[in-house]
């Protein structure tokens, strides 16, 4: 059922770390990917890479090298991407809900749009229409591009969406895009690197709250 008084024109979510704990697979991909490079990387370093694209932090951190380690972080992922990657508990029910309310859902995130289906198939997500990857924008979060990609897809204002997300960059976009931003703290960034969004939630029962409030859950 359509609500008249939906509270979101659209929800638009990041993928890693926020509908899917990605964090144990994509930590092991980037040590596999450094390992004999440089000094080992602490787990805190580490997670505040994600959200950015690969791209763009390899050849950060080795000029010159960044598609190269591309494409040894990706050999890597992929071979241990369905044994590593978790659901996280709830959010497939959630996704399903704020569907049923006739709010529109799409995920928009640093990595392939492929990429971010097979993880949704994994850990048992429903099907969205819109996945907004890498490859649909020129540059990536923290700048807006994705984000107003997303809710261009869906039909929905800027001003009108919220975006969901566990990083800084998240925060960081949803900002510069006019979004409602909303952070989770069960994936890459703590609750004190988060406390700028408009919402820090600590599980998918507070998400839920933050993005539905006290509406029925029967449809």
């Not at 704990?21 to 490079?37: C, E, V």
């Not at 990609?149 to 566990?166: L, N």
Request: glycine share 10%; hydrophobic share 45%; net charge negative.
């Amino acid at each position: 059922m359509i609500l008249a008084d939906r509270p979101w024109e659209a929800v638009l979510f990041d993928f890693d770390g926020t509908l899917a704990d990605t964090i144990p697979l994509i930590l092991a991909s980037y040590r596999h990917t450094l390992h004999g490079l440089e000094v080992p990387v602490g787990d805190a370093e580490m997670r505040s890479w994600i959200g950015r694209t690969l791209i763009d932090v390899l050849e950060e951190r080795h000029p010159g090298r960044g598609e190269e380690l591309v494409l040894r972080y990706r050999e890597h992922n992929l071979l241990h991407h369905d044994t590593l990657i978790r659901a996280v508990e709830g959010a497939a029910g959630l996704l399903t809900e704020l569907t049923a309310y006739g709010i529109p859902v799409a995920v928009v995130s640093s990595k392939g749009r492929q990429t971010v289906r097979r993880g949704m198939r994994v850990t048992g997500l429903p099907e969205v229409e819109h996945v907004v990857g890498m490859e649909d924008t020129s540059v990536h979060k923290p700048d807006p591009a994705p984000l107003l990609e997303g809710a261009r897809r869906v039909g929905a204002a800027p001003a009108g969406c919220a975006y969901v997300g566990d990083a800084v960059v998240d925060v960081l976009a949803a900002r510069a895009a006019g979004m409602t931003a909303v952070a989770v703290t069960w994936g890459a960034g703590t609750r004190e690197a988060l406390s700028s969004a408009d919402h820090v939630v600590d599980d998918v029962v507070g998400l839920r709250a933050a993005l539905l409030g006290a509406r029925s859950r029967t449809a």
